[in-house]
């Protein structure tokens, strides 16, 4: 039977490496985002049944809507998200210190909140949820490690409470994944080498080598693996 799956973000970096692994795998896939042209590119460049839709997954009406219009999901890939800091001017008011941890927390914990409140009613029980978090919540980074930080919380919440229906909720921690729009090809040469040469491996991640781990966590290889948050990070932060 096709599985349809969901990915937010999955226009571009991670969520379109995920989007494209389960597309070669057969499925239905539905890509979400908030710019109409790059989703539209990705669905026709992506081998397979892959669908854009825009959506705006911090806007409750927005992600209800879908919601209804996609019906019964099997895999739900949370990759929306992102340090938002680096889209504000920053600035010492109190009122931009709000400004900014609300906008990180909405873009990085609330659209996977709302995503996937909103679609598990209707999901089929045997399925899987994956969250995209980041060793950022565990090296103490600021605001965004602080909203992924929230995301692994929430996840263990999450697997309780789906448990009985089959269903398995895992966050994947990247560290740093180049060939993303993460960073907003603001760093040098220098910058990115240095992110490559902290990890164990000497090399930068790739979008593909989270896909590997979201493709094992939502397969029948992985059901009794729940509530867990996996780092995928070349050994840059290692844990046990």
Do not use: C
């Amino acid at each position: 039977m096709t599985r349809t799956v969901v990915v937010t973000g999955g226009g571009t970096g991670i969520g379109r490496a995920v989007a494209t692994r389960f597309a070669e795998k057969g499925a239905r896939v539905l890509i979400t985002g908030r710019r109409h042209s790059v989703l539209e590119r990705a669905s026709a460049d992506i081998a397979g049944n892959v669908v854009a839709a825009q959506v705006d997954a911090s806007d409750p009406d927005a992600v209800s809507a879908f919601a209804d219009e996609v019906g019964p999901v099997d895999i739900l890939v949370n990759n929306a998200g992102g340090n938002t800091d680096f889209d504000r001017a920053p600035t010492s008011s109190l009122s931009s210190v709000a400004d900014s941890w609300r906008a990180n927390f909405e873009s990085n914990v609330i659209t996977a909140v709302l995503m996937t409140t909103s679609l598990l009613p209707a999901m089929n029980d045997g399925g899987a949820i994956v969250t995209i978090g980041s060793i950022a919540a565990d090296k103490g980074s600021g605001l965004y490690g602080a909203a992924k930080a929230a995301i692994a919380s929430w996840n263990i919440d999450l697997a309780r409470r789906i448990g009985a229906r089959s269903i398995t909720a895992n966050v994947v921690a990247t560290g740093y994944i180049a060939d993303t729009e993460f960073f907003r090809d603001v760093l040098t040469h220098e910058a990115k080498d240095g992110l490559a040469a902290s990890a164990m491996t000497k090399r930068a991640g790739a979008p593909d080598d989270i896909a590997d781990m979201v493709e094992f966590l939502a397969s029948n290889r992985a059901r009794q693996i729940t509530a867990q948050t996996f780092a995928v990070n070349g050994g840059e932060w290692p844990s046990r």
